[in-house]
């Protein structure tokens, strides 16, 4: 780790890593490889953080006209409280509002505080609860949005 972040367009090659940081954050509710390249291939808008060739954090947008939904967003466990997240959810914000969009929304696990607060931090406002939404574990997720 050698503190130089910068953040990028995820790529294909990529997705290795990424399934893999997924899966060590989120356990059975991790999006796999296959699914994360479906998200690429669909055109939706993934950014990495990137610590040399390492990927130290990941965060994937889908836009429509009016709105841009985070769809995921994760750091892995050894770039935690360095400012990773914080980079993502700047340049999401940044692209969300070049493009137009009027808002952003996302869906949390209500047992998710780490996240919670900081959404709230952006501005995020819950608008929803989304009963049993994480299929494997069966949680609650909280429907959040943030007016640009």
């Known amino acids: 780790m050698n503190g130089d972040l910068r ?8 997705l290795p890593a990424v399934a893999a940081m997924e899966a060590a954050i989120f356990g059975p509710e991790a999006w796999s490889e296959g699914l994360l390249w479906t998200e690429l291939s669909a055109g939706h808008d993934y950014r990495a953080v990137f610590d040399g060739g390492t990927v130290a954090g990941y965060a994937g947008t889908a836009y429509n006209e009016a709105e841009a939904w985070l769809n995921n967003i994760a750091v892995d466990a050894a ?3 360095r400012g990773v997240a914080r980079m993502l959810m700047d340049d999401l914000i940044e692209r969300a509002r070049a493009g137009g969009a009027k808002s952003v929304l996302l869906e949390v696990a209500v047992d998710n505080g780490p996240a919670q607060r900081l959404y709230d931090a952006y501005g995020f406002y819950g608008i929803g609860v989304r009963k049993r939404y994480y299929q494997h574990t069966g949680t609650d997720a909280a429907v959040m949005r943030m007016d640009l």
Do not use: T
């Open 79 to 81: 770039y935690r409280r």
């Open 7 to 14: 953040i990028d367009r995820l790529r294909w090659w990529h």
